[in-house]
């Protein structure tokens, strides 16, 4: 089975549209999204003009058959995550003044209001952004995978937080095991090709074909959306136990 994953759309429909492309060339049977479908953010991303969250939402809801919420996505919707990270959050976070979300939040909690777009969306995108979970367990052939966002206990990256070296997952790679999984799949981390994580390796791989290993992994794969950074979109190929990693340029 071909499964591909896209990662990071943050509204930027042209980006979206050649990652599907992209996809359908490699014939997949599955599309994966890991959040952050929307979410435009002054100045990371440059596409202010034809951004459209709208159109990234209907895209997302006709072509993927598992989608889980990021940081991004609970924000647009006002949803305090389920996995807090240790965070204390109000039960009327969203209804507070910001002066006094930003004093509890500083170095803990990202906050938008400072320089995030508000995104267009219908009613019918926003009832879907807000049933989207944070993790999805997926039987992909013989792989049992969890997809999400960012990694435990911070699935859907709400968090200011990113690990840097592998010891730093154990908790993430004891919940993925206990839930009967050999791979966790996320985005968030914008990596340029895909970073691959295991008990003792921490490796950003650069766009290409990588070889997995039998032993628990965490995959993150790149960004769709147009950043400073080389962007891209991603395809397991469950029975060679391989993951492409495909530029969008």
Request: net charge negative; aromatic share 10%.
């Amino acid at each position: 089975m071909i499964v591909g994953f896209l990662a990071d759309i943050h509204e930027d429909i042209i980006n979206l549209n050649r990652a599907l492309e992209i996809l359908d060339q490699h014939q997949c049977e599955k599309i994966i999204c890991l959040g952050d479908i929307v979410g435009f953010t002054l100045p990371f991303y440059q596409y202010i003009h034809s951004r459209n969250a709208e159109a990234c939402v209907t895209q997302i809801r006709t072509r993927c058959s598992v989608s889980v919420a990021g940081n991004h996505d609970l924000y647009a919707v006002k949803k305090i995550p389920q996995y807090k990270a240790g965070f204390d959050y109000d039960t009327n976070w969203y209804d507070l003044d910001y002066t006094a979300r930003e004093k509890k939040a500083r170095n803990k909690i990202w906050l938008y209001e400072d320089n995030e777009i508000p995104p267009a969306l219908s009613s019918n995108s926003i009832e879907f952004l807000r049933n989207l979970q944070e993790i999805e367990k997926m039987n992909l052939d013989s792989l049992s995978c969890i997809a999400s966002h960012f990694c435990y206990p911070d699935f859907s990256g709400s968090a200011i937080y990113f690990p840097s070296q592998a010891f730093h997952l154990k908790k993430h790679f004891q919940f993925i095991e206990e839930h009967g999984c050999q791979l966790g799949i996320s985005g968030h981390g914008h990596p340029e090709g895909c970073l691959i994580v295991d008990e003792d390796n921490f490796t950003l791989h650069p766009f290409g074909t990588i070889q997995l290993a039998d032993s628990p992994q965490w995959i993150v794969a790149p960004c769709v959306a147009r950043t400073s950074r080389e962007n891209g979109c991603m395809l397991l190929d469950t029975e060679k136990r391989q993951i492409k990693v495909v530029p969008l340029k």
